[in-house]
C-alpha cells in the first residue's frame, strides 16, 4: 500500500473516530470546562477540526513558501500563538452544536483529502523545520508528518475529553 494510501485510510479512520466521540458524549458534557481552562468539551472537539483544517496552509508553506514560516516564527512567540489558538478556538465553538461540529470537523477533512489527493508521492517527504508550539509538531516536519498529525491531534484531545466526561 502506497503512503498516501496509507494516510488516506487513517484520515477517514480519524474521521470516523471523531464521529463516534462526538456521539458518545452527552449534551450536557458539551458545556463542560475541559483540562483546559479557557475551553468546554464543546470548544475542544470544535479545535480538533484545526489540524485538518490548517493542514492546507501548512502543506503551502512547505511546498511553496518556506520562507513564511520562517517569518511566523520570528513575529510569533510561543505565548501568542497559545492565546490566538484559544481565542479562535473559543469563538469558532461559540454557538455550535453536536450536528454543526460534526459539519464543521467534516468539512475540515474534506479539504485535508483533497490536498492529499493533489500530492505526489515526492511531495511527502519535503519538510521544514517547525518551532515546536506543539510538541507532537516539533523539529523537522515532513508533509507526511502533517498527515499523521490529522490522527495524533485527534487522539490527544479524544483521551482528554474521555478523562473529563
Known amino acids: 500500500m502506497s503512503i498516501k494510501n496509507q494516510l488516506r485510510a487513517e484520515i477517514l479512520q480519524t474521521q470516523k473516530d471523531f464521529h463516534k466521540l462526538v456521539d458518545e458524549i452527552p449534551d450536557h458534557a458539551l458545556a463542560l470546562p475541559s483540562d483546559n481552562p479557557a475551553w468546554t468539551i464543546g470548544a475542544v472537539l470544535y479545535h480538533m477540526s484545526l489540524a485538518p483544517r490548517l493542514l492546507v496552509t501548512d502543506l503551502r508553506i512547505i511546498?511553496?513558501?518556506?520562507?513564511?514560516?520562517?517569518?511566523?516564527?520570528?513575529?510569533?512567540?510561543?505565548?501568542?500563538?497559545?492565546?490566538?489558538?484559544?481565542?479562535?478556538?473559543?469563538r469558532?465553538?461559540?454557538?455550535?452544536?453536536?450536528?454543526?461540529?460534526?459539519?464543521?470537523?467534516?468539512?475540515?477533512?474534506?479539504?485535508?483529502?483533497?490536498?492529499?489527493?493533489?500530492?505526489?508521492?515526492?511531495?511527502?517527504?519535503?519538510?521544514?523545520?517547525?518551532?515546536g508550539y506543539d510538541p507532537m509538531l516539533a523539529g523537522d516536519v515532513t508533509v507526511e508528518k502533517l498527515f499523521h498529525y490529522v490522527q495524533m491531534h485527534f487522539a490527544a484531545h479524544e483521551k482528554q475529553i474521555r478523562d473529563r466526561v
Open 63 to 90: 511546498l511553496g513558501q518556506p520562507v513564511l514560516a520562517k517569518i511566523f516564527t520570528l513575529l510569533v512567540p510561543a505565548s501568542l500563538f497559545h492565546r490566538l489558538n484559544e481565542t479562535l478556538t473559543r
Open 92 to 131: 469558532g465553538a461559540n454557538g455550535l452544536n453536536r450536528a454543526s461540529l460534526a459539519h464543521e470537523y467534516d468539512k475540515a477533512h474534506t479539504r485535508a483529502l483533497q490536498a492529499l489527493e493533489a500530492l505526489s508521492e515526492t511531495d511527502l517527504q519535503k519538510s521544514l523545520p517547525y518551532p
